[in-house]
């Protein structure tokens, strides 16, 4: 990984999403595990340790100290161990340590902290998410393929792409109802169709019913 100073101003002019997350500070253990183990079961993603949520340079104190830290937790408590490549990244004089998490073949890796039973994690938007349903039995079975889609599938990938890039819903906004009311489809048959690409490891979902939200890894 070699991030210079302006690769990383422009991850903060297009803020948080689905492969992106800014913290000010290290984060706690279970919370930057969690997203770490969310990467690399969706579509990979970088963490930046030194920007605020608003997007701006707050740099760290003992950058080599961060680096080690996730590096570490990646491969004690990200289930199979998880490689990650970190780098200390000067922004404007303050320094942030940048993480870039691979989309995994290894998939899926699971969370494992002291007391708590391992958890496998995905993700939603700027969330992370327990994976369930559809969406964890794709991950047990490695099964990405993105070939052989009809136009209905296509439409329903490409809407679910574009809502998750609503800022104002960072956990997203993608629904079955939602679409079947967009494209004037019946929700009888949109929901089959989400359902199979979900099972094909095509859209991540999050939540039960109508209120199921997805994105696409």
Known sequence: MRLSASDVLRCMEGGEGTRVEFKRVLPRDDRA??????FANTRGGLLIVGITDRGRVHGVHEPERVRSRLEKLAEVHVLPPLAVATQVVEVGGPRVVACSVPFSNARPHAVQLPGTPPQVLVRVGASNRIADGPTLAALRRNAVSRNGRNPLE???VGWVRAQSKIRARPSGS???AGFAKAFNVGEARAHRTFVRLESRGLLVGHGAGRSRVFTAP
């Open 33 to 38: 595990v969690r997203t770490l183990c969310a």
């Open 154 to 156: 296509d439409a329903i």
């Open 174 to 176: 993608a629904t079955v």
